[in-house]
């Protein structure tokens, strides 16, 4: 047995998940009863693939700018540092069915997209790493996987 971390996502066997999926990762209540709903959204199999990080950061913004369009209170949606997914963190929301609907349209606008939203350097830490078409290649695969998303073993 491995030591448990304070980290959900350390006590979390990478060799066992199989990508994509979808998976809460818990839910912290606050004082007034609010709570914070954060999912790992898994687009790439762990120690296998990952997405490249052009590609990665036009779809952290193109997600970030258009989630917003399809469900309210959501309060991130970030990269994960190993490159194969998002963290999702949502307010009073418990509808595990309305995150995948939500993430099914975020990556249809991706597809969509003419252009990445602030990719410049006012916008943006890092405008010249960016590639749309590495977004839609990666939304496109996620997309054609969706039936497995509710699968996380
Ligand atoms: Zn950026």
Redesign the pocket.
Known sequence: MMKKMNVESFNLDHTKVKAPYVRLVGVTEGANGDKVYKYDIRFKQPNKEHMEMAGL?SL??LMAENIRNHMDNVLDISPMGCQTGFYLAILNNDSFDEVLVTLEKTLEDVLAADEVP??NEV?????AN?SLEGAKEIAKEMLAKKEGWREVF
């Not at 916008?123 to 405008?127: F, L, P, V, Y």
């Open positions: 950061h952290e913004h602030a990719c916008q943006c830490g890092w405008a960016h």
